[in-house]
């Protein structure tokens, strides 16, 4: 139930269940009575108004009007354009809606308790503007529960953006499987209290359409996930390697390491500058330390073939020499994560990077940027591409690195296409040496051997899901200290 269908992948399940014999019309129905069934609880028998569209998402609104005068609510129901625009199951549905049809305009609110929004839905195609854009104005100027068919008018099931102007909805009702909208930013703050219908449509039309977005969770993950070994040792869980930076620019390595060896592998060593080592060493404790001086430091410290994966980028420094180090890490022949100032470092010349990265396809790099990171290494996928899901995918062919496009709804996206989104990350979360903690959870899951994108997912989880368990006051260094309770939850 994870996977996400994007507007176009939606309409073709309908097209697929309609296709296997199940009725149009009968998927309307079951659409409208879904929302009646979650609009009846509201307003307390207030008068509820619902705003009809043009389209398939205005006929799940006739829809809806029926069943909630039938179970006894007064109802009013506006149309936007001429009821002669409606075709095919919305037109079917117009004509069994029995009382008046009022003209969509801002005049058509006055009185209502509870508003249904059924104006666009999957078929959103331009920005809305007009008497849409008048009323949708309206109705988030009332204080009355708004429940949104599909989506709220105006966002963009596909990327969650709003397109012109959009509802705030106190509650959503959805088909069949979420979208990505539902779950990216604004979008999953204009959605409210989210809710999936079953409405007919059956669950194999998903191996015809094999999505490629899906909601970031355990089920994404859990069976890659490293499980220690009753008789194992700490050389089987594998040795992390974290880079530091100089003597004024230690700490965020130490949260990075901190957070690999919470997470489970089995060593953490920090590679450090030799002027920085009185600093890390004054520090340090279960994490063990060694000394990487210049290039030719780091190289000599990543010989050991047991140290089987690197992060380098936390407090590193914007330079040449930031570069030149994580070229060096990526010719070592090892799971590598470059965040912060090694994504920085390359944006004079991006494809030095990803010329690095595909050296060695076989082995998984991760690239962690934020969108200001993002747009310096993939400035024309940042112009050009729909939405978050693309541009990280986008991102990830180009690079050939499994890309956590960070936010409050990261994207972590694979060369091959898959694309996992979080949703469930608190505000609190954005604070200083937050995504240190990320690199270094996402570090310790490769040492342990998790593949590229499910030790991405699995990380950008983890870290949401400890924020949450800490909630407001919450410092980078809680995280680590959080993780053991969710690990024992998985
Ligand atoms: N069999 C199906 O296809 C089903 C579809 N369902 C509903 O159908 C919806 C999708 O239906 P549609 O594809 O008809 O799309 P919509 O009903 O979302 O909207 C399409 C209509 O709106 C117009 N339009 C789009 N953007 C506009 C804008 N900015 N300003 C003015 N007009 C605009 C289009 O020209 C078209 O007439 C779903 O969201 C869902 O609510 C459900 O009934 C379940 C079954
Ligand atoms: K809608």
Aim: aromatic residues 4%.
């Amino acid at each position: 139930m994870n996977e996400l269908l994007t507007t176009s992948e939606m309409s073709r399940a309908d097209a697929l269940a309609i296709e296997a014999g199940v009725a149009g019309e009968a998927l309307m129905e079951n659409a409208g009575r879904a929302v009646a069934a979650a609009t009846l609880a509201l307003g307390r028998g207030a008068e509820v108004v619902v705003l009809c569209g043009p389209g398939n998402n205005g006929g799940d609104g006739f829809v809806a009007a029926r069943h909630l005068a039938c179970a006894g609510r007064r109802v009013r129901v506006a149309l936007l354009g001429g009821r002669d625009r409606l075709k095919g199951d919305a037109a079917l549905m117009a004509s069994r809606w029995e009382g008046p049809i009022e003209t969509l305009q801002p005049d058509c609110l006055k009185g209502a308790g509870v508003v249904v929004d059924a104006v666009f839905g999957a078929g959103l195609s331009k920005p809305i503007e007009g008497a849409a854009a008048a009323v949708v104005a309206a109705v988030n100027a009332m204080t009355v529960p708004v429940v949104a068919v599909d989506v709220p008018s105006g966002v963009d099931g596909t990327t969650g953006e709003v397109r012109g102007a959009a509802v705030r909805a106190a509650r959503t009702v959805t088909f069949f499987r979420l979208k990505p909208g539902h779950l990216l930013m604004p979008g999953r703050s204009l959605c409210g209290d989210l809710r999936l219908a079953d409405i007919g449509i059956p669950g194999v039309v998903l191996d015809t359409i094999r999505p490629s977005i899906r909601a970031n969770g355990p089920q994404l993950w859990r069976q890659h996930f490293p499980a220690p070994q009753a008789d194992g040792h700490k050389y089987d869980r594998g040795h992390a390697v974290v880079v530091s930076g100089g003597p004024w620019n230690t700490g965020a390595a130490r949260l990075a390491a901190g957070a690999a060896l919470r997470i489970g592998a089995g060593l953490v060593t920090v590679a450090s500058p030799t002027a920085a080592l009185p600093v890390n060493a004054a520090h340090l404790t279960g994490v063990m330390l060694t000394e990487a001086e210049g290039l030719d430091g780091l190289a000599a410290a990543l010989q050991d073939s047991r140290r089987n994966a690197v992060l380098l980028g936390p407090a590193a420094g914007v330079g040449e020499e930031t570069a030149a180090r994580a070229l060096v890490a990526l010719a070592a022949a090892r799971p590598v994560v470059l965040d912060a100032d090694a994504l920085t470092s390359f944006a004079e010349d991006p494809p030095r990077l990803f010329e690095a990265i595909g050296a060695d396809a076989g082995r998984p790099v991760l690239l962690t940027p934020h969108e200001g990171e993002f747009r310096r290494l993939f400035p024309d996928i940042a112009e050009a591409a729909p939405g978050r899901p693309e541009r990280a995918r986008r991102a990830a062919a180009r690079s050939g690195a499994v890309v956590i496009l960070k936010g409050a709804d990261t994207v972590v996206a694979a060369p091959d296409g898959r694309v996992a989104i979080n949703a469930d990350a608190p505000p609190w979360l954005a604070t200083a040496g937050s995504g240190d903690v990320l690199g270094g959870m996402a570090l310790g899951l490769l040492a342990q051997g998790m593949a590229g994108f499910e030790a991405a997912s699995a990380a950008v989880w983890l870290h949401g899901a400890a924020a949450n368990r800490i909630g407001r006051g919450l410092i980078a260094e809680d995280l680590p200290e959080a993780l053991p309770a969710i690990l024992a939850d998985l």
